[in-house]
Nanobody, 111 residues
Framework: QVQLVESGGGLVQPGGSLRLSCAGS????????MGWYRQAPGNQRELVAS???????NYADSVKGRFTVSRDNAKNSVYLQMNSLKSEDAAVYYC?????WGQGTQVTVSS
């Protein structure tokens, strides 16, 4: 049974930082590009960042220079370091690998 479990969300003030983690099990984690997506109320789910099995990262324009995606294949984990957070970054953040999704973790940016 494949599981992706996100953690690390929470409430942060504008300009603050959070680090999201996604732990995978039941799949050959290192074989896949992993992605972080987010969905705010009333919006479609959008790709925030992705990282190939080799560690090549891509970012949405809206987060370039502020977010950093990384992975540790030995730990079956992928991370999203989010800095200089803005109110528009508030959303539920999801981890995806192949066809599998995590349950999401809420990020709230508010003063």
């Amino acid at each position: 049974q494949v599981q992706l479990v996100e953690s690390g969300g929470g409430l942060v003030q504008p300009g603050g930082s959070l680090r999201l983690s996604c732990a995978g099990s039941g799949m050959s984690f290192s074989d896949y590009t992993m992605g972080w997506y987010r969905q705010a109320p009333g919006n479609q789910r959008e790709l925030v960042a992705s990282i190939t099995w080799r560690g090549v990262a891509n970012y949405a324009d809206s987060v370039k220079g502020r977010f950093t995606v990384s992975r540790d294949n030995a730990k079956n984990s992928v991370y999203l370091q989010m800095n200089s957070l803005k109110s528009e970054d508030a959303a539920v953040y999801y981890c995806k690998g192949f066809i599998y999704w995590g349950q999401g973790t809420q990020v709230t940016v508010s003063s």
